[in-house]
T-cell receptor, first 112, second 112 residues
Framework: DAKTTQPNSMESNEEEPVHLPCNHSTISGTDYIHWYRQLPSQGPEYVIHGLTSNVNNRMASLAIAEDRKSSTLILHRATLRDAAVYYC?????????????FGKGTLLTVNP | DTGVSQDPRHKITKRGQNVTFRCDPISEHNRLYWYRQTLGQGPEFLTYFQNEAQLEKSRLLSDRFSAERPKGSFSTLEIQRTEQGDSAMYLCASCGLNTEAFFGQGTRLTVV
């Protein structure tokens, strides 16, 4: 049970922003929200994570709802290399075990 | 350091044969994970090591599967008496304290 819900697929155009939603309505107070992505024929790659506040890094931004029941991964300008499966994952990273429970993720297609 | 490396990248074996995969984590990472991924699905957790200790095993890890991490460095995953249902991508990931998981490119196993 991945405990998050994501759309199966989304489509975007190159150089446009992409907003990838994730629902995690049963999230607990100590659960972090992590995003990983998997390019074709590659292992998953870390994108970003957060707890309560919005987060930015060189790859993306993470917007977390005030009630923490949902979040949105934002790619500010999609490129063809961003085409991948994006996974939204809850973890209790406060512990020593960083086990990730993946769902099916969202397949992002980027059109030129 | 070139990241997490896995060997071999591809393995084709006949049903009933034994196979062994190797994972070399990032050198300073004390935590190591094995996952299995079938087509169209997200990776599924198999087992977790902290240093040389195997701390958690999924019920997916039947008695035909065994994993080791001697000396807390590289790890091996062995599958005995392979079955066609074992065909999958086997992914290894490592992480250190307060870092995200870094995945290898995986070993794709095909059982014929």
């Amino acid at each position: 049970d991945a405990k998050t819900t994501q759309p199966n697929s989304m489509e975007s155009n190159e150089e446009e922003p992409v907003h990838l939603p994730c629902n995690h309505s049963t999230i607990s107070g100590t659960d972090y929200i992590h995003w990983y992505r998997q390019l074709p024929s590659q292992g998953p790659e870390y994108v970003i994570h957060g707890l309560t506040s919005n987060v930015n890094n060189r790859m993306a931004s993470l917007a977390i709802a005030e009630d923490r029941k949902s979040s949105t991964l934002i790619l500010h300008r999609a490129t063809l290399r961003d085409a991948a499966v994006y996974y939204c994952i809850r973890t209790n990273s406060g512990g020593s075990n960083y086990k990730l429970t993946f769902g099916k993720g969202t397949l992002l297609t980027v059109n030129p | 350091d070139t990241g997490v490396s896995q060997d071999p990248r591809h393995k084709i074996t006949k049903r009933g044969q034994n196979v062994t995969f190797r994972c070399d984590p990032i050198s300073e990472h004390n935590r190591l994970y094995w996952y299995r991924q079938t087509l169209g699905q997200g990776p599924e957790f198999l087992t977790y090591f902290q240093n040389e200790a195997q701390l958690e095993k999924s019920r997916l890890l039947s008695d035909r599967f065994s994993a080791e991490r001697p000396k807390g460095s590289f790890s091996t995953l062995e599958i005995q008496r392979t079955e066609q249902g074992d065909s999958a991508m086997y992914l290894c990931a490592s992480c250190g304290l307060n870092t995200e998981a870094f995945f290898g490119q995986g070993t794709r196993l095909t059982v014929v």
